[in-house]
């Protein structure tokens, strides 16, 4: 391996990807930082900057923050966008990439201290943990919109987190938590509405003596939207 270019973001650079939808290949980087609170766009053959975006703004309570650091960044295959989490803010931004001198941007909320997080098996939730707050935001990336902010155990930090099928559950993405013997998954079933999103809880690190505390797939929807980020061992009726 040969070093073919090299650019200075920043002093405290966090995450960088490439733009990955068909037709747009590498044909852009981004990278973002910690300091000074900005994502970059660059030239994805000679990073040349192309754009540079600060995150300065509004928290999810309403308070002005002047440094929220960008946090983890992911490219998606379901649009010409990036998913970028900016930190302090608890916003998540999807930047359409598609038109670079006319950059167009979605701010969703979550929740603040957003930090890592990965994809769901389907490649159109991104999961990302808002580990301060102890949730799990999941953004539906082809409505461009929050599908679920998961009440979790303390302190999410799943890296990419894993994908896998449960006998019971289907398919769910999982994350382990800082300081503590607690797995959380999160039903990733299907596009069908009858699947949306909901949180189940673990504890004791195997997952396998808790199959009474979760909660199932329920063939309700209004059963589901009840129970989106409730956590398994809390009470119901």
Same mark, same amino acid.
């Given at each position: 391996?040969?070093?073919? =270019?090299?650019?200075?973001?920043?002093?405290?650079?966090?995450?960088?990807?490439?733009?990955?939808?068909?037709? #747009?290949?590498?044909?852009? @980087?981004?990278?973002?930082?910690?300091?000074?609170?900005?994502?970059?766009?660059?030239?994805?053959?000679?990073?040349?900057?192309?754009?540079?975006?600060?995150?300065?703004?509004?928290?999810?309570?309403?308070?002005?923050?002047?440094?929220?650091?960008?946090?983890?960044?992911?490219?998606?295959?379901?649009?010409?966008?990036?998913?970028?989490?900016?930190?302090?803010?608890?916003?998540?931004?999807?930047?359409?990439?598609?038109?670079?001198?006319? @950059?167009?941007?979605?701010?969703?909320? &979550? /929740?603040?201290?957003?930090? *890592?997080?990965?994809?769901?098996? &389907?490649?159109?939730? #991104?999961?990302? =943990? !808002?580990?301060?707050?102890?949730?799990? !935001? !999941?953004? *539906?990336?082809?409505?461009?919109?929050?599908? =679920?902010?998961?009440?979790?155990?303390?302190?999410?930090?799943?890296?990419?987190? /894993?994908? #896998?099928?449960?006998?019971?559950?289907?398919?769910?993405?999982?994350?382990?938590?800082?300081?503590?013997?607690?797995?959380?998954?999160? &039903?990733? =079933?299907?596009?069908?509405?009858?699947?949306?999103?909901?949180? &189940?809880?673990?504890?004791?690190?195997?997952?396998?003596?808790?199959?009474?505390?979760?909660?199932?797939?329920?063939?309700?929807?209004?059963?589901?939207?009840?129970?989106?980020?409730?956590?398994?061992?809390?009470?119901?009726?």
């Amino acid at each position: 391996p040969t070093t073919v =270019a090299t650019v200075r973001l920043g002093s405290d650079a966090r995450s960088v990807d490439s733009s990955r939808f068909k037709g #747009f290949e590498d044909k852009y @980087l981004i990278g973002g930082t910690y300091w000074p609170p900005q994502y970059s766009i660059m030239d994805g053959e000679t990073l040349e900057p192309m754009k540079v975006v600060s995150t300065r703004g509004n928290t999810v309570d309403g308070d002005y923050h002047p440094e929220p650091r960008v946090a983890s960044i992911v490219g998606s295959l379901t649009k010409p966008e990036w998913v970028v989490n900016v930190k302090e803010t608890g916003m998540i931004l999807l930047v359409d990439y598609s038109d670079i001198k006319n @950059l167009k941007t979605t701010t969703i909320e &979550s /929740a603040k201290f957003l930090h *890592d997080g990965g994809w769901d098996a &389907s490649g159109r939730y #991104f999961m990302v =943990a !808002a580990n301060a707050s102890n949730k799990v !935001a !999941a953004v *539906d990336t082809k409505t461009g919109k929050l599908a =679920a902010l998961v009440d979790t155990a303390k302190i999410p930090h799943p890296g990419r987190g /894993a994908n #896998f099928v449960h006998p019971e559950f289907g398919p769910v993405w999982s994350t382990g938590h800082l300081g503590d013997d607690v797995v959380s998954l999160i &039903s990733t =079933a299907s596009d069908d509405p009858k699947c949306q999103v909901q949180g &189940s809880q673990l504890e004791g690190g195997s997952g396998t003596e808790d199959a009474g505390r979760r909660q199932p797939v329920r063939e309700d929807p209004s059963e589901v939207e009840e129970l989106l980020g409730r956590r398994a061992d809390e009470p119901r009726a």
